[in-house]
Nanobody, 119 residues
Framework: QMQLDESGGGAVQSGGSLKLSCAPAAAMFTPSDMGWYRQAPGKQRELVATITADDVPNYADSVKGRFTISRVKNMWYLQMNNLKPEDTAVYYC???????????????WGQGTQVTVSS
């Protein structure tokens, strides 16, 4: 699958902020929906936030009011404010779209970026 390049992870204290970014490696990419996921050690992967092709966002209850998902052309962001220790996880971006001239919508994933929040 096409690579999605992620960045922005790091280690912060409770109440701190981080901004994650995600961008497709391919220039010819037509996106549809996009989502940010996270997976903590020993936990199942969970959906954090989504945004549609029309830029309509949705959030998990655990992050609502603290996280903001956004898109600028073919680049996606997750602004994370007031971080809590329970936000500690590897965060993955996932984008559905068409690559090149393909008419098939496929799902593409980033490599993950570590977010660590200490108390």
């Amino acid at each position: 699958q096409m690579q999605l390049d992620e960045s922005g992870g790091g280690a912060v204290q409770s109440g701190g902020s981080l901004k994650l970014s995600c961008a497709p490696a391919a220039a010819m990419f037509t996106p549809s929906d996009m989502g940010w996921y996270r997976q903590a050690p020993g936990k199942q992967r969970e959906l954090v936030a989504t945004i549609t092709a029309d830029d309509v966002p949705n959030y998990a209850d655990s992050v609502k009011g603290r996280f903001t998902i956004s898109r600028v052309k073919n680049m996606w962001y997750l602004q994370m404010n007031n971080l809590k220790p329970e936000d500690t996880a590897v965060y993955y971006c996932n984008v559905n779209g068409r690559l090149g001239i393909s008419q098939q919508i496929r799902s593409y994933w980033g490599q993950g970026t570590q977010v660590t929040v200490s108390s």
